[in-house]
């Protein structure tokens, strides 16, 4: 079992950055493909980005490439997305997450929430225009 736990959120206006991190308890962390989401009020858990369990492999939501970059630190138990050109639209609660996924997100199932075994309580992103 792993825990999660976010940091790294608070208000930004338009066009700032942020870097979010999400630590993990447990020794085992380089054995978890690991997934960032955003939830926003009323709307359903959506994906951001995903990286392989040794960080060989990354993946993005169509409107967060070019502009997220997740990457991970096995040796500290670490996984990062650096969020830049922020936009009043990626305001929302973001969620690191663990599961026992394939590497090759075979059929974009990394995509998905459900896959993923254990999740982080969320930290909240503010963009101000």
């Known amino acids: 079992q792993v825990q999660l736990v976010e940091s790294g959120g608070g208000l930004v206006q338009a066009g700032g950055s942020l870097r979010l991190s999400c630590t993990a308890s447990g020794r085992t962390f380089s054995s978890y493909f690991m997934g960032w989401f955003r939830r926003t009020p009323g709307k359903e858990r959506e994906f951001v980005a995903a990286?392989?369990?040794?960080?060989?492999?990354?993946y993005y939501a169509e409107s967060m490439k070019g502009r997220f970059i997740v990457s991970r630190d096995n040796a500290r138990n670490i996984v990062y997305l650096q969020m830049d050109s922020l936009t009043p639209e990626d305001t929302a609660v973001y969620y690191c997450?663990?599961?026992?996924?394939?590497?090759?997100?075979?059929?974009?199932?990394?995509?998905?929430?459900?896959?993923?075994?254990?999740w982080g309580q969320g930290t909240q992103v503010t963009v101000s225009s």
């Open positions: 997450a663990a599961g026992y996924l394939s590497d090759t997100c075979y059929s974009r199932i990394c995509y998905s929430p459900g896959p993923y075994n254990y």
């Open positions: 990286i392989s369990r040794r960080g060989g492999s990354t």
